[in-house]
């Protein structure tokens, strides 16, 4: 049976317009989740496939019946080994929504949330060995505090860094509401859950090591897409949102832009938003989760 607690997919219409869908064609959906972005694309596909990528195997166990669909139990920053076991590359468009899904917040026992107290995991994939709690408990004070400014750009980083190794002196932290309440602490009176928000994320970004995944999956994505195919990243943060752009415009993350002998610039997409989509007020109030979505897409030359 389907799991009915998936968000509604943000940006929907505007993604699958972007891609530009034919009815024929092979597409990529590399972060499956409750599958709302494949069924829009199985909508409107007669002969073609998707083939749709989440490295939880939860997500898996929600896979849409159609003979179309393709699931891959993998991260996609193995997008084109995958793609090629299937004979399914080059592909005419890839879509990649990059926020975790509500499933996998709402689960306490899985340590996404700052809502309820579970375990200090945060693995995307469950069959992968580092977790939240080896982090806080086994990673040096100046690698936390490297961490936390990194990832979740707190700016006190080091105050955090150093409670949390006080606090493990006395006893390791295992649990998300213990790791809140030294968070607490060196928080803003009045911002403590945003605060917290910064500090989970900094964590859940180094256990799935989701920027060196990222920037594997928009190189391999290149390689995998026909030309004139549609290339759709949906990013949540600005840490994504910046590999994206520099990405789409230059062909590197630095964003350094390299031009040939007639000063044409040496990339292999060319940007179709030259500004990045966001959700409108109305898509807002009704997920809320969509309030920080921002939308890019480029198109292979």
Excluded: W
């Excluded at 002969?47 to 996609?76: C, H, R, T, Y």
């Excluded at 060196?186 to 917290?196: I, L, N, P, T």
């Excluded at 995944?213 to 994505?221: D, G, N, S």
């Amino acid at each position: 049976m389907p799991l009915m607690n998936y968000h509604k997919s943000v940006l929907l219409d505007e993604s699958i317009q972007a891609l530009a869908i034919r009815p024929g064609g092979y597409y990529a959906d590399v972060t499956y989740g409750g599958g709302g972005h494949t069924r829009a694309i199985l909508a409107m596909l007669k002969e073609g496939k998707v083939i749709a990528f989440d490295q939880d195997e939860e997500a898996i166990q929600n896979k849409i019946d159609d003979p179309k669909l393709i699931m891959v139990n993998s991260n996609f920053r193995f997008l084109r080994n995958f793609l090629k076991l299937h004979n399914a590359i080059p592909v005419d468009g890839i879509l990649a929504d990059l926020g975790i899904s509500s499933h996998q917040i709402d689960q306490a026992d899985r340590g996404f949330s700052t809502r309820f107290d579970g375990m200090l995991d945060m693995r995307m994939d469950q069959r992968k060995k580092l977790t939240a709690r080896e982090i806080v408990n086994g990673y040096s004070e100046a690698d936390l505090s490297a961490l936390f400014y990194t990832y979740g750009e707190v700016r006190n980083a080091h105050k955090l860094a150093a409670r949390i190794v006080e606090s493990r002196k006395m006893k390791p932290l295992y649990t998300t509401s213990e790791l809140k309440g030294i968070i607490n602490t060196c928080a803003e009176r009045g911002k403590e859950f945003k605060y917290q928000a910064q500090v989970f994320q900094a964590l859940r970004i180094v256990v799935n090591e989701e920027m060196d995944a990222l920037q594997e999956f928009l190189k391999q994505a290149v390689q995998a897409l026909k030309p004139g195919g549609r290339l759709v990243v949906i990013s949540y943060h600005s840490l994504e949102d910046k590999l994206v752009k520099n990405f789409f415009r230059s062909g590197n993350f630095e964003g350094k832009i390299e031009k040939d002998f007639y000063g044409n610039i040496l990339t292999p997409l060319k940007v179709i938003t030259r500004k990045a989509m966001v959700p409108t007020p109305e898509e807002i109030s009704e997920n809320n989760r969509a309030r920080s979505a921002k939308m890019r897409v480029a198109e292979k030359i």
